[in-house]
């Protein structure tokens, strides 16, 4: 039977449109999720969205369960210090995680085995039990540093995946770019999707 949960976290890079649309995307596709969300990335998701988080998880849990009109029994939000959620243990843990948006810092963290809050201790769990981590990292440019930190972790399995979207199937709007990334997202989640047109098939008549 497939396992049908899955750890997401929000950081301070920018792109809380990404995390929080795939949020959607998964809850939809009926999957569990568990929602971690640094300090950084509730002010992020208030300037770029306009959508606070109140900063306790039961709270800010409500508050996206209003905007987003989901399923509440299928959302878990996790408060930083949690060491007593799920996504703590290997015993527990789903087998798959996404970072989305990653910033530069949680990448250095992640690379380093830092396991300071739940968030990067969840990305350890993951990788130690040989589960599908992603990091969609948004920072340009990358500097040396962050370039062997990919690189390190990319050589562990970890699946380094820059939110850069694509142009070809020509967007109209920003959700459409937004779409287009976590389209691709879902993509290597094996999670079925039709956010955007695959390339090669529609244009074939």
Known sequence: MQDKRITL???????APYGLR?????????YQVYLLISSAARVVLATEHGLKLPSGPDAAKQALVEHLNCDASKLV???KEDWFSPV????????????????????????????????ERAADVVMKERGQLLLVVRETPFSTLHLENMLK?????????????????????????????????????????????????DQRH
Not at 155 to 174: D, N, R
Request: glycine letters at 12%.
């Open 22 to 30: 795939l949020l959607e995307c998964l809850l939809a596709a009926d």
């Open 153 to 201: 972790l990319s050589k562990m399995g970890v699946t380094i995946m820059p939110a850069a979207p694509g142009f070809y199937h020509q967007p109209e709007s920003i959700e459409d770019l937004v779409d287009f990334m976590v389209a691709r997202i879902l993509d290597h989640l094996g999670v079925e999707q039709g956010l955007v047109p695959r390339w090669g098939y």
């Open 77 to 79: 939000v996790c408060g």
């Open 9 to 15: 976290a929000w950081t301070g890079a920018s792109g």
């Open 88 to 119: 703590a243990s290997g015993s527990a843990a789903p087998k798959k995680m996404v970072v989305c948006p990653c910033s530069a810092g949680t990448l250095a963290s992640v690379a380093h085995g830092m396991s300071d809050n739940l968030l």
